[in-house]
């Protein structure tokens, strides 16, 4: 990921938090300027560091799911309406399902935590705080006298939204990531593309008419953006440019080499200029390359070095990471021998 690339995706480092580089978008103190008017400053405060929190959970279980199911992840990017996680999953279909279903069912994780907590059990919360259209919390009451019954509300309910939303088949979500998983088990590469961008446009669709009706100016919002995205990936298909460089960071590129080759293909022989948006997305394309080849030579070094360890010392000299990244290199060759 180069954040120069875009001035959406311009962040600050946070540092490595279990071999994962963290940032964060220098556009999230917005979050606080946006809800202070509503909630003030002090909740809106609470309501930012609670949404930021789950989100590095969120993505940081991507993270590790893709990595147990033999995938590569390494970085996370804390966006104002959501986070990105960078991975590449493996060519199997458990891969490629569980890595994005790994980060509703972390939020589902957290809820099931929260809902033992007594205070929030004594408070009576539920069955109302699991109504995902009213905030749990009264902005003029909140923080007083009871402010961790309102923490907890608040922790339980933006887990709650995230569980909910991202289970949604609809792009850039993990719903729609595990759909196509699905469907690409089932059917041709370019068949559960398109299939998926139906499914999509047509719950967008069903979304903004929901909202319209419930009179909820957010759903109509945040489906408009959704049905927005969802042609934006059906104007690439159409192009040939593939899922792969979807902005959203999850790389599908082992599934959608076919459509790249379909596309060379069908182009005529004779030389034309490209224009800026080909130069752009060969320059990241090639930015990408030289980035994977670099974590495909680290990573071959750090499995000589466990290897001359197995070597010397026995298999029972290796640590639990040390294990779990012989195993990941063990299923990376498995994956390619199936391929060839």
């Avoid at 600050?12 to 999230?28: A, I």
């Amino acid at each position: 990921m180069d954040s120069r690339d875009n001035p959406l995706f311009w962040s600050f480092p946070c540092g490595t938090w279990f071999m994962t580089r963290v940032r964060v978008s220098l556009l999230v103190p917005l979050l606080v300027l946006f809800a202070a008017p509503k909630f003030g400053f002090k909740l809106s405060a609470v309501l930012t560091g609670v949404i930021l929190v789950s989100l590095l959970v969120h993505e940081l279980a991507h993270i590790f799911a893709v990595r147990l199911t033999g995938g590569v992840g390494n970085e996370i990017l804390i966006w104002p309406l959501g986070g990105l996680a960078f991975v590449q999953p493996a060519a199997s279909f458990r891969s490629q399902f569980l890595t994005p279903a790994a980060g509703p069912f972390s939020n589902l994780l957290v809820c099931g935590v929260l809902s033992l907590a007594s205070p929030l059990v004594r408070s009576g919360a539920f069955p109302a705080i699991l109504n995902p259209l009213i905030f749990p919390v009264d902005p003029a009451h909140a923080l007083t006298d009871a402010w961790l019954v309102d923490v907890l509300k608040v922790a339980f309910w933006c887990n709650w939204i995230l569980m909910l939303v991202n289970l949604l088949p609809v792009f850039p979500l993990d719903g729609i990531r595990m759909t196509l998983a699905v469907l690409k088990n089932r059917v041709d590469i370019e068949s559960a593309a398109e299939s998926a961008i139906r499914i999509s446009l047509i719950v967008s669709a069903v979304a903004i008419g929901a909202g319209v009706m419930v009179d909820s100016a957010w759903i109509v919002f945040f489906s408009a953006l959704v049905l927005l995205y969802t042609f934006f990936e059906w104007v690439q298909l159409r192009t040939a440019d593939t899922l792969d460089d979807s902005f959203m960071g999850y790389d599908f590129s082992q599934g959608y080499t076919s459509l790249e080759r379909s596309a060379k293909q069908n182009q005529p022989a004779t030389q034309r200029r490209k224009n800026w948006l080909e130069t752009w997305r060969e320059k990241r394309r090639a930015e990408k390359e030289k980035r994977a080849k670099l974590e495909t030579e680290q990573a071959q070094q750090q499995l000589d070095a466990i290897l001359q360890k197995v070597h010397q010392h026995g298999i029972g000299s290796l640590s639990d990471a040390e294990r779990r990244q012989l195993n990941r290199a063990s299923a990376r060759l498995r994956d390619r021998g199936k391929q060839a």
